[in-house]
């Protein structure tokens, strides 16, 4: 069975965006670039809540063409150009999009019979609202987070009205050169 992991950067103090959205204090470099990319490159399934998934849509499938593109947009383009992309979206329900799948209705068995089929783990990328729904409906199998050194003190929480205990076994972890480190979690299910 495939694993749905939540992919995030994160604050110490528990947040994944500013209270608009805000994502500039989120520290990235060829480093931790090149750390995600050997893992993403493993993976062939991505998940994204509708808002993230327009953002990367803007993006990605273009990146490797601009001019200045660096080794990181040139891959990650490459990446995404062939990836599975799941959507959760309310809005795109008619949408027919080339490799991608849009669930509207009945996440819980949509998303259990995407992980029944064959391929590798699949990666929640951002996406607070939908990895809050994946919460509440225990679906994520593990967490992926990149915790930055910086406390925002408020704005979208990562674990947002978590109502029951969640065990999480740690798997790797790995501090980076500009001060962001990787914890690498599995879900407990006994």
């Known amino acids: ?7 995030m950067h994160i604050s110490l103090d528990g947040f994944v965006a500013g209270p608009n959205g805000e994502m500039n204090w989120i520290k990235v470099d060829q480093e931790i670039f090149d750390f995600v990319g ?4 493993e993976t062939d399934s991505a998940l994204y809540g509708r808002v ?7 993006y990605w499938p273009t990146a490797a063409d601009k001019p200045n ?3 990181h947009d040139i891959e990650h383009s490459k990446w995404y150009k062939n990836a599975r992309k799941i ?5 795109m329900i008619d949408a027919e999009l080339p490799n991608t799948v849009i669930i509207s209705e009945n996440l819980p068995e949509r998303i259990n019979e ?7 783990e699949i990666l929640l990328f951002g996406s607070p609202r939908a990895t809050h729904s994946m919460i509440h409906q225990n679906l994520i199998d593990g967490y992926w987070l990149f915790v930055n050194p910086v ?10 009205d978590v109502k029951d205990k969640v065990k999480l ?13 990787e914890l690498n979690y599995t879900v407990d299910r006994q």
């Open 1 to 7: 069975m495939r694993k749905l992991i939540s992919f």
């Open 38 to 41: 050997k893992r993403i490159s």
């Open 52 to 58: 993230t998934y327009e953002m990367m849509e803007n």
């Open 69 to 71: 593109a660096s080794r």
């Open 87 to 91: 959507v959760l979206s309310k809005t």
């Open 114 to 120: 995407i992980k029944k089929q064959p391929g590798s």
């Open 151 to 160: 406390i925002l003190g408020h704005g979208i929480p990562l674990f947002k």
């Open 169 to 181: 076994n740690l798997l790797s972890t790995r501090p980076f050169t500009c001060g962001v480190t």
